[in-house]
């Protein structure tokens, strides 16, 4: 062996090694020394250590590219202590040297990841080849170790941008089902809606909404969704044979095949069924996704609310109209008139309604608004409301009040809000002469326009104490000659085609 001081590498050797880490375990001082000299001179920076455990010790706390390793240690073996060195971090390259050339050595040592080996005495040409190879195997390895990481990154990135995803629809999905409920009115057909979000949001074949007969102990059809392709054929479904009820209990739900079936619940009771269909879908098993299931529980909350509120104001609702049939009839004590007119009234309006084709909502206003429309007449004195005379200026004004104090007591209950309304303009005319806001035309909600002929019809062919009641014929050309002036023309004109037919 050469000594250190007597070998500097040409330029191109020394770049390749110039700057590696290198450790060095060796018990020989000696040669501990030698080999320091010749990698430091040749731009290495040099750890040494004379014990494995030394060595370990060193690369506990230091970045190391290449340990040079004695095999003949003085605590531990060093194939072992190869061994652990890999383990920890398999990118450093570790050169054993030994005295001895034991095949059964170099292949053990091979295993377990040595990259070369080092006959003692040798050149130190040998070492810097060595040295040279081993790194330029080690910045592949790094490369790979790195392309590895980045790729396994990927994945990770991939996986997690994958579930963001997933939660995101998820996300979506349950503001849609919050929105569309939130958004229904109280005229709306929750049913109706609950079906047609859930075959929005699910991929279903059919869905329906049962309610349970309990007489004949079987579940009976009452909504399904007419706009998706399979219709129901179950009709009724008898619980004991087809649904075992018992498992409601603590499952909250039962699939058989591809459907399940859902309760709605209101405090805690049943109140029908929710059945789902899943479309068939390739090959996917028969039980449902652990997120149609949480969506559809939260289809069945909602829509639970939604009715459980639509009870809640169906019944202050009754409570407020019988409140104001109460009212009513403290004015039918007064003036008998009143009672039989206003039924009349009711009657007729709604069949002048239903002829021209009010929506739904606009026919329950109505239902409402009649019987009641001259509520506000309790705030006129007897004196002018008994008057069997004609009625002076100032009476007249106290009796057209009527209609404003009627919506002002309808105005009390907010839930009467959109009826309150018509009583108010019940008097209003067509050509805007009317009371008390002088509306014109179309300005008039058309319940009130409606109402307003029959009322004045109603009125025409009735006895009062200061004049007898005209015939139909006569009335009927009332309404004509105010056609247009008074009333509505396009309602008029069906209203005097209804009774002509009547008669
Ligand atoms: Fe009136």
Redesign the pocket.
């Known amino acids: 062996m050469r000594l250190a001081s007597e070998y500097i590498g040409n330029q191109s050797d020394l770049f390749m090694i110039e700057g590696s880490k290198v450790l060095l375990v060796d018990d020989s001082p000696d040669i501990v020394e030698i080999l320091s000299d010749f990698l430091c001179l040749n731009g290495c920076t040099v750890h040494t250590a004379s014990t494995g455990r030394g060595g370990l010790e060193v690369l506990s706390r230091e970045e190391v590219e290449i340990v040079i390793l004695d095999i003949n240690l003085p605590d531990v073996n060093g194939i072992s202590l190869l061994d652990n060195i890999k383990i920890n971090n398999p990118t450093i390259a570790v050169i054993m040297i030994t005295g001895q050339h034991d095949p059964n050595f170099v292949v053990e040592a091979m295993k377990k990841g040595a990259s070369d080996f080092l006959m003692k005495p040798f050149e130190f040409d040998k070492l810097m080849l060595t040295m040279m190879r081993v790194l330029r195997e080690r910045e592949l390895l790094v490369e790979k170790e790195s392309f590895l990481h980045t790729l396994e990154d990927k994945k990770k990135i991939e996986m997690l941008n994958r579930e963001l995803q997933n939660k995101i629809k998820e996300l979506t999905t349950m503001y849609h089902i919050s929105n569309k409920f939130n958004s229904l009115n109280i005229f709306d057909d929750v049913y109706d809606k609950m079906i047609h979000i859930i075959s929005e949001v699910m991929e279903v074949q059919s869905c329906g909404y049962y309610i349970v007969d309990n007489d004949k102990n079987e579940l009976i059809l009452f909504k399904d969704n007419s706009n998706i392709n399979e219709v129901i054929n179950e009709k009724r479904i008898p619980l004991a044979d087809n649904l075992p009820m018992d498992s409601f209990s603590s499952k909250r739900f039962f699939s058989i095949g591809r459907k399940l079936y859902l309760p709605l619940t209101i405090k805690g009771e049943r109140i029908g069924f929710i059945m789902v269909n899943r479309k068939t879908n390739g090959t996917r098993k028969n039980a449902f996704p652990e997120s149609d299931v949480f969506f559809l529980k939260l289809i069945a909350e909602k829509a639970s609310t939604q009715i459980e509120n639509r009870m809640l104001y169906e019944s202050l609702f009754e409570s407020v109209l019988h409140t104001l049939t109460s009212l009513i009839s403290a004015i039918n004590k007064r003036d008998s008139y009143t009672e039989g007119h206003c039924k009349r009234v009711t009657g007729s309006s709604l069949q002048l309604g239903r002829a021209i084709g009010l929506i739904d909502y606009e026919e329950d206003v109505i239902r409402v608004v009649g019987p009641i429309?001259?509520l506000?007449?309790i705030g006129v004195p007897d004196s002018i409301l008994l008057k069997s005379g004609k009625l002076t200026d100032e009476e007249y004004q106290i009796m057209k009040d009527?209609?404003a104090y009627?919506e002002e007591i309808l105005n009390r209950f907010e839930i009467l809000s959109s009826e309150a309304k018509i009583i108010r303009h019940?008097?209003e005319r067509f050509d805007g002469r009317g009371y008390p806001d002088t509306l014109p035309g179309e300005d008039i909600p058309r319940c009130a326009r409606i109402i307003a002929v029959c009322?004045a019809y109603d009125a025409m062919t009735t006895n009062r104490p200061y004049r007898n009641a005209l015939s139909r014929e006569t009335a009927l050309d009332e309404i004509k000659k105010c056609n247009g002036v008074q009333f509505d023309p396009d309602i008029a004109n069906v209203f005097i085609t209804m009774m002509s037919d009547e008669a």
């Open positions: 429309h001259d506000g007449k009527h209609s009627g019940h008097h009322d």
